[in-house]
């Protein structure tokens, strides 16, 4: 065992995280102070280094800077719209923020949804037809049949224009199953998912602070 | 009912009402144990993984790597393993790499795993070239906004986006910008993320300059990102800390094939005993859970 040693610049750290790390398990026991303590520490923690992140590595070399120097002064009126955000704390002028959300959204939405269709309905449609290429060996067209399937049957599961009966009730059922499959294999993810985070902290735990594994 | 079934019955029902911190212990355990005790297990590579690995490996030798560090550091145990693999592939195969963030939380980390594989290829150089240096063999161009505008501006020229690297230097200055100017001189970029910014990379800056794109994701998305790769439009997928494990045990064998003498520590291989444990603890409290379940709906009815 080769405990961190808590004397030395990097074993002080290891030593705090492994503290928070414990403290913030001890919520799996109950709701305490030592949790609460390592939650509200952590959101302070953030939000602060957000900040001094964004005004240092941003609003000084990208604005202030130049700026007081006279150069991009075009960045001021930008600025100013920008600092419209900051209305929504007084209520008789909050109406002004509708102005930067409106240039944003604008921007964002003209920017994304031609590219977003492109990507997500219209390539994703393109790789669901089944051409005679999907055939090019037996496993890949099977597979191809399958999602081409899948596809059909969930979309009229969420077909609610008519009564779900005839032809519609036995397929809209398969779509059913192809949805309950999707989510086994989402929960399995998930599970894995979770049992990987802790390992992590394991890891840490086991290795870095108390030396049990290299 | 007999007595037996009552007795029975009374037993699965309590197991239902267990306190779910016994529960809690019992994973802490099975998932501790492994990890001081490992059983051997030689991660074997999936096809998602294994393209992706093939990429790399054979994409032209004047075409760079780029990483998008997506991920904080939340998800770090399952995303950060990938970096490390992604990077120690590319300096094994004197790729050029260059490094960026979407996440401002994501920097320390980018910057982290460059240090840590620079200097494993460091301290076994013998020569410049062997040598892994920042500006010539790699960049880290740190972190700007919106991320709309970072991947259709990298597109036209990097160090528009860019002007000063993670380091506060000009990037214009360093000499591998006259080798990685926009995408033309990319072979790929991976997303690796714990969000849907893989999907940013596709929609933006595969829609419109055709770059390839990779994806590491954590496990809990890589159910939903299975469509993409099905598309093409992911040329690889490596999915939570068992798709690290995998790029790690290729790039493994393939170093062992070409006699390197790096040997490198393998996070997430390491992590698999304990992974491969939980499963099966998880498995069995499910059975267990339904058989208990059956049992005592059969004892009300």
């Not at chain 1, 890949?140 to 224009?161: D, K, N, R």
């Not at chain 2, 494990?245 to 062992?256: G, I, N, P």
Request: charged share 15%; net charge positive; hydrophobic share 50%.
């Amino acid at each position: 065992m080769n405990i961190a040693n808590p004397l030395t610049p990097e074993g002080i750290w290891v030593w705090v995280a492994a503290i928070l790390t414990m403290a913030v398990f001890s919520f799996l026991y109950r709701e305490n102070p030592f949790y609460r303590f390592a939650e509200h520490l952590f959101v302070g923690i953030a939000n602060g280094y957000a900040i001094t992140f964004y005004w240092h590595r941003i609003l000084v070399p990208y604005l202030f800077s130049p700026v007081s120097q006279g150069q991009k002064l075009y960045l001021i009126p930008i600025a100013m719209i920008g600092a419209l955000y900051f209305t929504r704390f007084i209520p008789k002028v909050s109406w002004l923020v509708r102005f930067p959300i409106a240039i944003a959204l604008g921007y964002g939405a003209g920017a994304s949804i031609p590219r977003s269709v492109d990507a997500t309905i219209i390539q994703q449609l393109k790789a669901t037809i089944v051409t005679r290429a999907s055939f090019a060996d037996w496993q890949q067209g099977v597979w191809a049949v399958i999602i081409l399937l899948g596809v059909i049957c969930t979309i009229s599961y969420f077909f609610f224009s008519s009564e779900r009966k005839g032809l519609l009730k036995p397929i809209s059922y398969v779509g059913v199953v192809f949805i309950m499959v999707g989510f086994g294999a989402s929960f399995g993810y998930t599970v894995m998912a979770r049992i990987s985070l802790f390992i992590g902290r394991l890891q840490f735990l086991l290795g870095d602070w108390l030396g049990l594994i290299r | 009912m007999t007595a037996s079934d009552k007795t029975r019955s009374g037993f699965w029902d309590r197991l239902q009402r267990i306190d779910r911190r016994w529960v809690f212990l019992v994973i802490w355990l099975v998932v501790m144990l492994p990890l001081i005790f490992p059983f051997g297990i030689k991660p074997k590579a999936m096809p998602p993984v294994s393209r992706l690995f093939s990429y790399i490996d054979t994409m032209p030798e004047e075409k760079a790597l780029a990483i998008s560090i997506d991920y904080t550091p939340d998800t770090q145990a399952e995303l950060h393993p990938m970096t490390i693999a992604l990077l120690r592939h590319a300096f094994a195969t004197g790729r050029r790499v260059g490094m960026l963030s979407t996440q401002v939380y994501g920097l320390g980390l980018g910057e982290e795993a460059l240090r840590q594989v620079a200097s494993e290829f460091n301290e076994k150089a013998t020569t410049h070239e062997d040598s892994v240096i920042n500006g010539e063999d790699y960049v880290f161009w740190g972190w700007s906004t919106p991320f709309l505008t970072v991947m259709l501006g990298m597109g036209e020229r990097i160090t528009n986006v860019f002007p000063v690297d993670y380091y506060g230097v000009t990037t214009e200055s360093l000499p591998i910008t006259p080798h990685i100017k926009n995408f033309n001189d990319i072979g790929i970029v991976v997303s690796i993320a714990g969000s849907s910014t893989p999907l940013s990379w596709v929609a933006y800056a595969q829609t419109q300059f055709g770059i390839r794109i990779g994806c590491g994701t954590t496990a809990v998305s890589a159910a939903d990102y299975y469509t993409y790769l099905n598309s093409g439009q992911f040329t690889g997928m490596l999915a939570g800390m068992r798709g690290a494990a995998e790029y790690e045990q290729l790039l493994a064998d393939k170093l062992a094939a070409a006699g390197s003498p790096l040997s490198l520590r393998r996070k997430a291989t390491e992590a698999m005993s304990s992974q491969t444990a939980a499963h099966l603890a998880i498995i069995v409290f499910i059975v267990i859970g339904n058989i208990g379940y059956f049992v005592t709906r059969r004892g009300k009815q």
